[in-house]
Antibody, heavy 121, light 107 residues
Framework: EVQLVESGGGLVQPGGSLRLSCAAS????????MTWVRQAPGKGLEWVAY????????YYVDSVKGRFTISRDNAKNSLYLQMDSLRAEDTAVYYC??????????????WGQGTLVTVSS | DIQMTQSPSSVSASVGDRVTITCRAS??????LDWYQQKPGKAPKLLIY???SLQSGVPSRFSGSGSGTDFTLTISSLQPEDFATYYC?????????FGGGTKVEIK
């Protein structure tokens, strides 16, 4: 069964940094695009970043450009999100998810359980 | 950016009811529209992709329709496990965007 397990969330002060990890198992990680999606408390879903299978292309929502960096290590079956210059509005549960690459756009068929990031002084 | 507008924002329904949720894109996205279900404290689950294709393992009471800018998710006979929040997503163009969600509540 496909598994995605996020880690690295926690409490951080405004302006601080955090690195989220997503460990993938039971599928060929290097064959799939991957993404991060977040959800602020009581709010809807917001797409954050996407990385292609080989890491050659990366995309970000405008609100995190220049502050967040998505990356992956296919040898370690792992996805990362480096978050710098964190703001209170970045407070959310962060989910990693897999893109099945069906050729019908970027949608996500398996999700992790999420990790909570709280930005507060 | 492509804006996704869902309606209604919430709906009260009974078990066995037919429920329809709509999603409108601010510009045409062909048939590239996905629907997710999310229960409290859980990750989203993909229900429908490509506007009409049922994701593996999803019950056939869920169906999707539409193309261009207007899309619909229909639950033909609401079951107790279907009470949740539903989101549409356009997978066509970065930045990817979600609708605001529709909460399906027990009447």
């Amino acid at each position: 069964e496909v598994q995605l397990v996020e880690s690295g969330g926690g409490l951080v002060q405004p302006g601080g940094s955090l690195r989220l990890s997503c460990a993938a198992s039971e599928f060929t990680f290097s064959a799939y695009g991957m993404t991060w999606v977040r959800q602020a408390p009581g709010k809807g879903l917001e797409w954050v970043a996407y990385i292609k299978q080989d890491g050659s292309e990366k995309y970000y929502v405008d609100s995190v450009k220049g502050r967040f960096t998505i990356s992956r290590d296919n040898a370690k079956n792992s996805l990362y999100l480096q978050m710098d210059s964190l703001r209170a509005e970045d407070t959310a549960v962060y989910y990693c998810a897999r893109d099945p690459i069906r050729g019908d756009g970027y949608n996500f068929d398996h999700w992790g359980q999420g990790t909570l990031v709280t930005v507060s002084s | 950016d492509i804006q996704m507008t869902q309606s209604p924002s919430s709906v009260s329904a009974s078990v066995g009811d037919r429920v329809t949720i709509t999603c409108r894109a601010s510009q045409g996205i062909r048939s590239r529209l996905d629907w997710y279900q999310q229960k409290p404290g859980k990750a989203p689950k993909l229900l429908i992709y490509g506007a009409t294709s049922l994701q593996s393992g999803v019950p056939s009471r869920f169906s999707g329709s539409g193309s261009g800018t207007d899309f619909t998710l229909t639950i033909s006979s609401l079951q107790p496990e279907d009470f949740a929040t539903y989101y549409c997503q356009q997978p066509n163009t970065f930045p990817l965007t979600f609708g605001g969600g529709t909460k399906v509540e027990i009447k």
